[in-house]
């Protein structure tokens, strides 16, 4: 299959969008997603950028039944480690799903994994649904850990009304 990978600009944030819906309804949290086409546009191409996104594209005669050449997207930020430095993480790896198992979810990880490199990253961290065997199945293949099984490390989140009362002096 031709595709090609290359950052994310501005007039992706459409594309983006969509495919962020379509992975949280494959991870059936679609009523959880906030951000919007505008948002990815003010966060993601600022300044002071938030993320940073690559894209797969595909050429106009493999485009998709409702026209979509852009396949697949990648996002991420750089992080940092108290222990080991700096770190990259990934947020998002999306292949729409009549395109998958043909290396473009590759390409796409490994592309993050070259940025991270080339910036003195020494990690990259990402998480997965624990039901997700497929894509667990990928991500070990590539030579991924669980850090839950190996380290005991656990993922941990606040938002909503625990932030704001966390925020308070």
Request: proline fraction near 2%.
């Amino acid at each position: 299959m031709d595709f090609s990978i290359r950052a994310a600009n501005v007039e992706d944030c459409k594309d983006i969008a969509r495919m962020i819906m379509e992975l949280a309804e494959y991870e059936k949290v679609a009523d959880q997603v906030k951000v919007t086409q505008r948002v990815l546009e003010q966060d993601g191409f600022s300044k002071n950028p938030f993320f940073h996104g690559i894209i797969a594209e595909v050429p106009e005669q493999h485009k998709t039944k409702d026209g979509h050449t852009k396949i697949g997207y990648a996002l991420y930020f750089y992080s940092y480690s108290s222990w080991s430095g700096k770190a990259i993480y990934m947020e998002d790896l999306y292949v729409m799903p009549d395109f998958r198992g043909k290396g473009i979810g590759k390409a796409l990880m490994s592309k993050v994994a070259q940025l991270g490199l080339a910036a003195g990253c020494t990690q990259l961290n990402f998480t997965v649904l624990d039901w997700n065997k497929s894509s667990l199945d990928f991500y070990h293949s590539q030579g991924c850990f669980n850090i839950t099984t190996k380290m005991g490390y656990h993922c941990m989140r606040c938002e909503g009304e625990a932030l704001e009362h966390l925020a308070q002096p």
